[in-house]
């Protein structure tokens, strides 16, 4: 191995520290507490150092959430080769994704908090862009689905592509996340915090958009039973 590659591989060594480090800090302390300098000495480097890797805070936040993308996209994966029906398939991503963030509680926070513009604005061009891409090839596995329901007529486009149609099941799922992660916002409006809250809203969505075959939300027993049977599909 030559000294250019030695070099390269220490750098990812070290920059992978700063970012398991970083992930345990967040883990025990939280996203807000999360100091460049702490992080430093916790490793052992001069925060000089730390910066030669990331350019500030966020954009360290940035790369964190980039992390567990292959683990993410492992999911979607599974999700697509479902023997299922397109809208169910669609449906097994709010499962999933509940599960995967009980699981994975600070990539949960991360992906939230990335995307606020005083993080977003703040990460280097580069760091965003490694998120951007990441995402892609999940993007077209929703999009897959969408496609799918579109070209076996069990939802109709009304003039709209298959990413324009897969953002209200997305922000659907992100939102009801924002709600759930904030403290006592629910409770003041005296809403009741359960899963089958967020999967009763996907399948009223999913009605609303056309998406056969219809659900009849009000019965809660067939709702749950459905999210039993891809559970054990998901074997989540």
Known sequence: MGTSERKQRERDEREQLF????????????????????????CDYATGTLYQHFTSREDLLVALAARHSAQHLQMFQQIIALPVSSRDKMFAISVAERDFRKHNPTHAKLSQYIFTEAVWENASACRRE??????????????????????????????????????APWALCQGSHTL???????????????DMQQYRHMHMLLNGMGWQPLVDVSDMAQIKTRVAALSVLLNI
């Open 19 to 42: 970012l398991d480090t970083a992930e345990q800090m967040i883990a025990s302390d939280g996203i807000i507490q999360l100091q460049m300098a702490k992080l430093a000495k916790a």
């Open 130 to 167: 490694q998120v951007l891409q990441c995402g892609q090839p999940i993007a077209a596995l929703v999009c897959g689905i969408v496609q799918q329901a579109i070209d076996d007529g069990s939802l109709v486009a009304n003039g709209c592509s298959a990413m324009e149609l897969a953002i």
């Open 180 to 194: 759930e992660q904030t403290s006592g916002l629910l409770e003041a409006f005296a809403v009741p915090r359960h």
